[in-house]
């Protein structure tokens, strides 16, 4: 049995394509760090450090994009990539979850 294809990603320049990762990576970070999401100050502790350096990761790419002469963020098609690497649910991840309903 073949493994499930998924949709191609669209065209992304190497430095659009880094740009993403690190944006992924971050909203995993704060996704951990949510207070009202985690459950030990480890971990949540462990994600604030983690998520400096994806910071950082990021801004990078973003200069990188800059002094490329890549002055525009494409959105429609890194909108496309972010759903396509499940940027959804991880950003999902970010937000405060539903309240209980009574």
């Known amino acids: 049995?073949?493994?499930?294809?998924?949709?191609?990603?669209?065209?992304?320049?190497?430095?659009?394509?880094e740009f993403i990762d690190c944006y992924l990576e971050v909203l995993d970070q704060v996704g951990r760090i949510n207070p009202a999401?985690?459950?030990?100050?480890?971990?949540?502790?462990?994600?604030?450090?983690?998520?400096?350096?994806?910071?950082?990761?990021?801004?990078?790419?973003?200069?990188?994009?800059?002094?490329?002469?890549?002055?525009?963020?494409?959105?429609d098609t890194l909108a496309r990539a972010l759903r396509l690497l499940d940027g959804d649910r991880r950003a999902g991840r970010v937000a405060l979850p539903q309240e209980p309903s009574s």
């Open 1 to 17: 049995m073949l493994p499930p294809q998924f949709p191609p990603l669209p065209a992304l320049t190497r430095a659009e394509a």
């Open 37 to 75: 999401r985690g459950s030990d100050t480890y971990g949540a502790l462990r994600a604030a450090q983690a998520l400096a350096s994806r910071a950082v990761a990021l801004r990078e790419a973003l200069v990188l994009m800059h002094e490329r002469g890549e002055s525009q963020i494409h959105a």
